[in-house]
């Protein structure tokens, strides 16, 4: 694979399951990102992960928790999904130079989630 | 609190100039970023300012100026192609992405 990859691409889902969205990448980026996008909306920053083991909470983290075991995985779940958290959903990864200048975000294709 | 404005829709024609406006008010900055998102795909890098001034990129440009909040891409010799959304981002004082909504680009022949 060579860049970022999301699992599933799209999901219909019933109010009240749980679900994993999966992200991989394969640039050895430091951090990682999770982000919703709405129409009418900038992009959301949910939770983020500046290095392997650690993460943090982003503008609009209720209802979703992050892991990051290891630099290329970083899994995005909802524990118990409402209709509200229907979006899309777009993983990013960025290699932070750690000097004061910023890299570019890398965006994976996205996974369009309905919660009926 | 922290905002980014960008105008929700424009429309040039094919070979023309369009500039898109981006005004910002954050906690701090640490630079701007302009993305380009296709219907249905993911952001993609355009530019990144820091300081002021125009950065040229081939028929993209983007221009900064820190005491204004102000920033604009400008996109020339238009192709049916250009057609999209593009975000204007800014890295506040966290070094998180501070996004606006992006402005939707139609393109006429």
């Known amino acids: 694979i060579a860049g970022i990859t999301q699992a599933p691409t799209s999901q219909i889902l019933a109010a009240g399951r749980r679900m994993t969205l999966r992200c991989t990448q394969d640039?050895?980026?430091?951090?990682m990102y999770w982000y919703r996008q709405d129409l009418g909306l900038g992009l959301r920053l949910i939770h983020y992960?500046?290095?392997?083991?650690?993460?943090g909470k982003g503008e609009v983290p209720d209802g979703y928790s992050v892991s990051r075991a290891n630099t290329d995985d970083f899994p995005l779940t909802l524990a118990s999904a409402v209709p509200s958290q229907t979006s899309v959903y777009f993983c990013?990864?960025?290699?932070?130079?750690?000097?004061?200048?910023?890299?570019?975000?890398?965006f994976g294709p996205g996974t369009r989630l309905t919660v009926l | 609190g922290q905002n980014i404005d960008q105008p929700t829709e424009m429309t040039a024609t094919e070979g023309a100039i369009v500039q898109i406006n981006c005004t910002y008010q954050t906690s701090g900055f640490n630079g701007l970023f302009w993305y380009q998102q296709h219907a249905g795909e993911a952001p993609t890098f355009l530019s990144y300012n820091v300081l002021d001034g125009l950065e040229e990129k081939g028929r993209f440009s983007s221009f900064l100026s820190r005491s204004k909040g102000y920033s604009y891409l400008l996109l020339k010799e238009l192709q049916m192609k250009d057609s999209a959304s593009y975000l204007c981002?800014?890295?506040?004082?966290?070094?998180?992405?501070?996004w606006g909504a992006g402005t939707k680009l139609i393109i006429k022949p």
């Open positions: 640039m050895r980026h430091n951090a």
């Open positions: 990013a990864s960025s290699d932070i130079a750690g000097t004061g200048d910023y890299n570019e975000q890398f």
């Open positions: 992960s500046n290095t392997a083991g650690t993460t």
């Open positions: 981002a800014v890295v506040d004082s966290n070094y998180q992405l501070i």
